[in-house]
């Protein structure tokens, strides 16, 4: 894993990615893709701060390698530690001794759900979201530091509430960097507080802004994908199919995506902090209320994510690619800060200044339930549940990062996919595949450029080696200057070799363009089996079928337009013909 590529549909496109970031500098942040449009850049960036960091030094360090460690850093410690900065806005007042305990389990369970990173590594792997992920809770901290500032009496002033403002600010701007779709996530778990907390006309202008940005963001998708009913929900992701049932979907959402044993305890605590949540929250109930309304809209979004279809489900889940990964992520963002509200209302606590007097247990004395607890329970055996409690919360952190086969399976799929060894030979990177593509770096010239059918897993030549690949990704999208993929697939399936010649030998790639006036740079052609079956859901792949056309290639090269340089069928079964041919150039 640290010297080999992820094999999965996404992986080249973020292999690639930070090649080119490492060819062409910092200008290329803001056109990473293929076709030179616009990627959130703020991972692939670090990867290659880390790779430069460590040249520095004399250290060499892969791009494998660099993906890994920002990986585990991000997701590993900067996410589990953003987590805990989010839980610490409510365990205010908490007695000590027992926010001490807090603070060292909600890390641990804020990465116990193997929604992040363990499936996001292995589904994807969707690196720039998992990123946006993990930093999300920095900015609902501070958004919620924001509001305080505008809102509480002892911490109003222009001057805290300019400063958490530019807070809130550079992180917004650096979340929306590692990647944009993360606000609709955002918006889940923030909206109800500005809705109960904030002025009426504080919350119309965020309406607002709101709803212009969602016009906006409208506008761009029906410019960038023209050519589709947009206001005909109905017909949205025509190609979804369910992956769990619905009550499948609901103990996801109830156990935090924890199985067995593990799984039963997360549900009997998120009752429990559901029920402290709306009985003993006092001067906090619009705290409580909207971690229990974001945790209930977050279900809601991952049960149609996972489970229904319809123009409803496709509304509500259409921000977050209709898939469940991505909402499946959410879950432990609002578990979590839930578990921690729960719990700062249960346990005993001191007096701090929230605005609302005397504070017994975590600002909750106002609460006439909570008062009762207090006059029917005495201090000795409130200490008790409180450390039965914290026990409980401790067990479970270390059951579930103990005993969950989901997290096993998880890291076993990762680990499967970077081996050589794949049961099938048509899967996207084999054994003798990387041998093939090895054996083409040595062959062709540094600046050549070689056409083939990405999902033959040819496309890892540019995540392997950095070749120039025309189709480096799968889907390099024929928008923007991506006009040359679609051309080159229509001049080789006509049959004409005079217009393949005249389409392929001048072809030039936002990888490696080439000065005006020089030689244009030579061009190959590359057949390496059929399309990987792990790549089939790709709705357009037919786009790439006459790269496989074996009568189109044997008239070809019968006709000199294709001249064979090196024949790989030794390394395969009879049945397919691997072969690396030159096109005829002049």
């Not at 930070?18 to 293929?34: E, F, N, W």
């Not at 600010?169 to 993360?182: D, E, N, S, Y």
């Not at 504080?202 to 009913?229: E, N, P, Q, T, W």
């Not at 945790?295 to 123009?311: E, K, M, N, R």
Request: net charge positive.
């Amino acid at each position: 894993m640290w010297t080999l590529p992820i094999h999965q549909i996404d992986a080249p496109s973020h292999y690639y990615s930070i090649r080119k970031l490492l060819k062409h500098g910092l200008p290329a942040a803001l056109h990473l893709l293929p076709n030179d449009s616009y990627y959130p850049p703020l991972f692939h960036l670090l990867v290659c701060l880390l790779i430069k960091a460590c040249g520095l030094f004399g250290l060499t360090l892969n791009i494998f390698t660099g993906l890994n460690i920002v990986w585990i850093i991000s997701s590993g410690i900067a996410f589990p530690a953003g987590m805990l900065l989010w839980c610490s806005y409510f365990l205010r007042g908490v007695a000590a001794p027992y926010r001490a305990a807090l603070s060292v389990i909600l890390p641990v369970l804020a990465v116990s759900c193997a929604a992040h990173p363990f499936w996001m590594l292995a589904a994807g792997p969707l690196i720039a979201y998992g990123l946006a992920t993990s930093l999300l809770p920095y900015l609902m901290y501070a958004s919620l530091r924001l509001i305080d500032a505008l809102v509480k009496p002892e911490e109003r002033s222009p001057r805290s509430a300019v400063c958490w403002a530019l807070v809130n600010i550079a992180l917004g701007l650096l979340v929306l960097f590692a990647h944009p779709r993360i606000a609709f996530t955002y918006l889940v778990f923030i909206a109800f507080f500005i809705i109960l907390k904030l002025p009426w006309k504080v919350i119309a202008s965020a309406a607002g802004a709101l709803c212009l940005a969602v016009l906006m963001f409208a506008a761009y998708v029906m410019r960038r994908d023209h050519g589709k009913d947009y206001f005909n929900p109905s017909s949205w992701f025509h190609t979804f199919e369910p992956t769990r049932s619905v009550p499948d979907a609901l103990r996801v959402v109830v156990t935090d995506f924890l199985p067995g044993l593990p799984g039963v305890i997360m549900a009997i605590c998120i009752v429990a902090a559901v029920l402290a949540t709306i009985l003993l929250s006092g001067d906090r109930r619009k705290d409580g209320i909207a971690l229990l309304a974001s945790y209930l809209l977050t279900g809601l979004v991952f049960v149609c994510s996972a489970a229904v279809t319809g123009p409803f489900a496709n509304i509500v889940t259409a921000a977050w690619y209709r898939g469940e990964t991505r909402p499946l992520t959410m879950i432990p963002l609002a578990v979590v800060p839930l578990l921690a509200f729960g719990a700062s209302c249960m346990l005993p606590g001191k007096t701090v200044d929230d605005g609302g007097g005397d504070t017994g247990a975590a600002l909750c004395a106002h609460a006439s339930a909570w008062k009762e607890y207090r006059q029917s329970t005495n201090a000795s055996l409130r200490r008790v549940i409180a450390v039965a409690g914290i026990c409980v919360l401790a067990a479970l952190a270390v059951l579930a990062n103990t005993a969950d086969p989901t997290r096993a399976a998880l890291t076993s799929t990762i680990e499967s996919n970077v081996s050589l060894d794949q049961a099938d030979p048509r899967e996207q990177l084999t054994r003798a595949k990387y041998q093939v593509l090895t054996d083409v770096k040595r062959r062709v010239e540094p600046d050549a450029v070689i056409i083939s059918d990405p999902m033959n897993g040819s496309m890892y030549g540019s995540a392997l080696y950095g070749m120039d690949m025309l189709y480096p990704v799968y889907n390099p999208m024929d928008t923007k200057k991506g006009k040359v993929f679609g051309d080159v697939e229509r001049a080789f399936a006509s049959g004409d070799a005079d217009l393949l010649l005249h389409t392929v030998c001048p072809v030039e790639t936002t990888y490696a363009p080439r000065p005006d006036g020089r030689t244009p740079s030579p061009k190959y052609f590359l057949t390496m089996g059929p399309q990987a079956p792990s790549l089939q859901m790709f709705t357009y792949k037919a786009q790439y079928y006459p790269f496989h056309d074996r009568s189109l290639i044997d008239s070809y090269e019968h006709s000199g337009t294709l001249i064979k340089v090196k024949d790989y069928n030794s390394l395969i079964s009879r049945d397919q013909s691997w072969s690396l041919y030159r096109f005829a150039c002049r």
